[in-house]
Nanobody, 119 residues
Framework: EVQLVESGGGSVQAGGSLRLSCAAS????????ITWFRQAPGQEREGLSC????????YYTDSAKGRFTPSRDNPKNTVYLQMNRLRAEDTGVYSCTASLECSGDLEVWGQGTLVTVST
């Protein structure tokens, strides 16, 4: 079965850090771009950042620049999102998706992991 599974979410105080994981099964992440999304309570899902198979990184929101960094570990078939200096407005469900390139159709979705940032 082709799937993505996110983990690493939890509760953290403002200013803290978390590292989310996006593990793939049933296919190899080496050739795919991975986009991270966030859905805050009561809001629509927004794209945060994408890492290409070449390790090029694109950011889709200014709030992620300088604080969030995606990376990949191909031998582990896993992509990470390192999140630093977390803010209360970063609270939400974080999910990852796979596509052949960052601008391509999203082909595989994870179920999401909840991040709660308290002040």
């Amino acid at each position: 079965e082709v799937q993505l599974v996110e983990s690493g979410g939890g509760s953290v105080q403002a200013g803290g850090s978390l590292r989310l994981s996006c593990a793939a099964s049933g296919f190899t992440l080496d050739y795919y771009a991975i986009t991270w999304f966030r859905q805050a309570p009561g809001q629509e899902r927004e794209g945060l950042s994408c890492i290409e198979s070449t390790d090029d990184i694109a950011y889709y929101t200014d709030s992620a620049k300088g604080r969030f960094t995606p990376s990949r570990d191909n031998p582990k078939n896993t992509v990470y999102l390192q999140m630093n200096r977390l803010r209360a407005e970063d609270t939400g469900v974080y999910s990852c998706t796979a596509s052949l390139e960052c601008s391509g159709d999203l082909e595989v979705w994870g179920q999401g992991t909840l991040v709660t940032v308290s002040t």
